[in-house]
């Protein structure tokens, strides 16, 4: 199943693994796999980097020539819900409604910064719908969350 796509590059699941595929050489630039499959997916207008997440988040970027992979998990950043963009280096990152930790996270690309920028609570208690509404939020509203695990490849 295609996940996101652009002009050069598409993203796709295949049983729980995510593929970034150049359409034009057909090289596989990253492969990741995830615990009950990705749940949501950008690519950047101007294909500079990919996101996928689902248990974790994985970012591909492709700034100053070089590829880098990096993968973003913890207890409290997990279960990603949906994603964002925001501007062409910024976007923002819901959490699972009902997980416990449910939150609005924003990530800066060029600098891999993450912050917490809010709780999201709103559907704690309700049931599921596939429904969700966040709000905008324009400037986070703590400090960067320095206990984040993060790795690059």
Avoid at 92 to 111: C, G, H, K, M, R
């Amino acid at each position: 199943m295609i996940l996101e796509e652009t002009d050069k590059l598409y993203l796709y699941d295949s049983y729980g693994d995510a593929y970034l595929i150049d359409k034009e050489s057909r090289d596989i630039l990253f492969t990741d796999s995830f615990y009950g499959g990705p749940s949501c997916a950008l690519i950047d207008p101007n294909n500079k980097y990919a996101i996928v997440a689902g248990k974790h988040l994985t970012l591909w970027d492709c700034y100053e020539g070089n590829n880098k992979l990096t993968k973003f998990e913890t207890e409290q950043f997990c279960w990603i819900e949906r994603l964002r963009l925001i501007n062409e280096n910024t976007m923002q990152i819901l959490l699972d409604p009902w997980f416990q930790y449910s939150a609005i996270w924003e990530l800066t690309v060029s600098n891999k910064s993450l912050f917490k920028i809010s709780d999201f609570m709103k559907y704690k208690n309700l049931p599921y719908t596939d429904n969700i509404v966040w709000c905008f939020i324009i400037k986070p509203l703590v400090e960067p969350y320095s206990g984040l695990y993060t790795s690059e490849f």
